[in-house]
């Protein structure tokens, strides 16, 4: 009894304090510095960042898919009790694509070219269970419809299919065998705004019915307010904001999150000269010493090129790293 | 401010297939395209990819020549055929600004010497000193200071927003009268694209442009642009002024890329899509209206002959028998 109480109290992926990143020729990149957040069952938790923040070696260190070239220096991935990050391949194994799989970016590059739609998801059944033919043919059927992608596509070929097919087939692929959580990197970037709903419509739906937890990687925060409930805004490999969606859209406390804000004009209201976010994102080789949004922080006070702030909880379910918000006596 | 820098009439460019089996068949990439652009104004395409937005770009470019159809620039008709020289003076004074950054841009030159090629092409400016001196002119517009740093550099050495800039420049540097920007922003980092957005509008002003900006997001096209083209399928569904085709869309396309596009402030509260589906093959478009198989609010007329523009508003032109 005891057992099961801690099975639901405890989060489904606990990330704590991270440091992954890439051993080049110059040095260490610092893709991913000190990230910590928690994932509820059935929850759904959006990253959002430019390109360069690390939010896809994030999603990549969690399936532990990462490069050659790089590795999880310290910090733990704690997944339904074990800890992805020192778990070896063989194990990993086990859970990878069972317990947590992902959905890439490009479908066009994702799936195999010379392999047919079923074919591809029968392999990923045979390659994790004893099934007989027929039966991974019955499930890949499966997967399929509820992706809403006809039957007489199973043995169609990746090029025979529009970019928002292939998307759905990459979800399929993901669902096939039942995991507990799916990180999807980017999954709708390439795809056109009517594409992109229906996607964003038939995840959304699945996760109702099948109850799997999501991360949702994009650089469209737009897109990712609506439809996360928790929200970690990365920026330079640190999560510079983290929080329930709705009190960061509508109360964002960083200057980065304010200026992520402020890219995108709205359908809605008044016309407004919006400003964007002067600058580029510092090379991960060597960040900037203090908070390393500090260059292009339009609030930037001393203090904020001397030390890096923290992540603290300053009111229910939202965190913020940034002096400015933390209390009278540096202020 | 009246006058019409560019008309398009009944504008056609059908694609032939390079098929054994589809002999004999076209692709209508556009359709009865027909528009009018006035001197100062920017006018905005949007549409999914298939639409035929980029092809009315290309169109209007001269990179394709329409199969059909009259195109007017500045009172005079653009023929099919042209002289060397008109073609350069044409392509003068319309400059393209194109959606990839990276391969727009001669990964073997310096930017320099990619700033250098339309002075030289368009003979403006002989003296060497002139030139280096417009070029150093119009980086500083664009925000890559001190120029005399990155024309220098290889395009590889930029990041995407500074190749876009240099892009803006170089089409902005022989004084074009009109510039077609083919989603522009599209390929850029969030944090860049306003700025880029911004510095589209600064330039415009500056330099007394005409601009036509295409793009996929309507909210975008409403930030940018005076009056918004949709267009699906190869033809314009709908035209108007930009306030009105946001909050009067009358088109049920345009209203489904309304609904589709994000937007945090309706959050839970939003409505389902009104419908899904793909676009149509446009080897054979649908018969009718073209939007007709997605379309919620059909009827049977719908699918037997294509429904003219209708006026309903000033300035305001729809494409649907509703």
Known sequence: ?331 | MNENILVLEGVNKHFPVNSFRMHGKVVHAMDDVSFSLRRGEVLAIVGESGSGKTTTANVMARIYKQTSGRVTFEGREISKNMSREDELRYHKKVQMIFQDPFGALNPTRTVGRIMERPFVIHKIAGRRKAVEESIDKILIQVGLEPPEQFTRKFPHELSGGQRQRVNIARAFAVEPELILADEPTSMLDVSNRMSIMNMMLYLKESHSVSFIYITHDLSGARYMSDRIIVMYAGMIMEIGPAEKIINNSFHPYTRLLKSAAPSPEMGLKRKRLITGGDIPSLIDPPGGCRFHPRCPFVSDICSLEVPAMKKIDEGHYVRCIL
């Open chain 1, 1 to 331: 009894m005891i057992e099961l109480d801690r099975l639901e109290m405890t989060p489904l992926l606990q990330c704590k304090n991270l440091v992954a990143g890439y051993r080049i020729k110059s040095g260490f990149v610092h893709a991913v510095d000190d990230v910590s957040f928690d994932l509820d069952r059935g929850g759904f938790l959006g990253i959002a960042g430019e390109s360069g923040c690390g939010k896809s070696t994030l999603a990549y260190a969690i399936m532990r898919l990462l490069k050659d070239n790089a590795t999880i220096e310290s910090g733990s991935l704690l997944f339904k009790g074990a800890d992805l990050a020192k778990l070896d391949e063989e194990q990993m194994k086990k859970i990878r694509w069972v317990d947590i799989s992902m959905a890439f970016q490009s479908a066009m590059n994702a799936l195999n070219p010379v392999l047919s739609v079923g074919e591809q998801l029968t392999d990923a059944i045979h390659a994790h269970e004893e099934a007989t033919q027929s039966d991974a043919r019955k499930r890949a059927l499966e997967v399929l419809k509820l992706v809403d992608i006809p039957k007489d596509r199973f043995n169609s070929y990746p090029h025979q299919l529009s970019g928002g097919m292939k998307q759905r087939v990459m979800i399929a692929m993901a669902l096939i065998l039942n995991p507990e959580l799916i990180i999807m990197d980017e999954p709708t970037t390439a795809l056109d705004v009517v594409v992109q709903r229906t996607i964003i419509e038939k995840i959304q739906e699945l996760r109702k019915t099948l109850g799997f937890s999501v991360i949702f990687i994009t650089h469209d925060l737009s897109l990712l307010v609506e439809i996360s409930d928790t929200l970690a805004i990365m920026y330079a490999g640190k999560i510079v904001e983290y929080g329930a969606s709705e009190s960061l859209f509508n109360r964002p406390l960083h200057p980065y999150t304010k200026g992520l804000m402020n890219s995108f004009p709205s359908l809605t209201g008044m016309i407004k000269r919006m400003g964007g976010i002067e600058g580029k994102p510092p090379d991960l080789l060597k960040p900037p010493e203090g908070c390393r949004f500090h260059p292009r922080c339009p609030q930037a006070i001393p203090i904020c090129r001397e030390s890096c702030p923290s992540l603290e909880e300053i009111a229910d379910r939202h965190s913020v790293a940034c002096f400015l918000h933390k209390g009278a006596e540096i202020l």
